[in-house]
């Protein structure tokens, strides 16, 4: 099992930046990807990005392409989402992701093929 906590969530403006953090723990050697996802009220969770943990093979949705870029470090076990020029449609729960052994990252749209979840950081940006 993977333990995953996220940080960096907060509440910015339009045309701000955050970063999220995600730092792995326990069984870390056996991730092959991990993933960022994110929760509207009352929606369905959708994919934002995914990263191979060798950092190979990143996934930018396209509603965020050309904003949000995904890196890894695979010595700390983290993964990182650099969010910039935010606007209020990204309001959302964040969450990280962790997939085991199937090294088949890239798009995933719904996190269907991830096991290992965080409890998620919310972020606010307002207009």
């Known amino acids: 099992q993977v333990q995953l906590m996220e940080s960096g969530g907060g509440s910015v403006q339009a045309g701000g930046s955050l970063r999220l953090s995600c730092a792995a723990s326990?069984?870390?050697?056996?991730?092959?990807?991990m993933g960022w996802f994110r929760q509207f009220p009352g929606k369905k969770r959708e994919g934002v990005a995914t990263?191979?943990?060798?950092?190979?093979?990143?996934y930018i949705a396209d509603s965020v392409k050309g904003r949000f870029t995904i890196s890894q470090d695979n010595a700390k076990s983290a993964v990182y989402l650099e969010m910039n020029n935010l606007q209020p449609g990204d309001t959302a729960w964040y969450y990280c992701a962790a997939r085991l052994f199937v090294r088949d990252c890239g798009r995933d749209d719904d996190g269907s093929g991830y096991a290992n979840w965080g409890l998620g950081t919310q972020v606010t940006v307002s207009s």
């Open positions: 326990g069984h870390t050697y056996s991730m092959t990807c």
């Open positions: 990263i191979s943990t060798r950092g190979d093979n990143p």
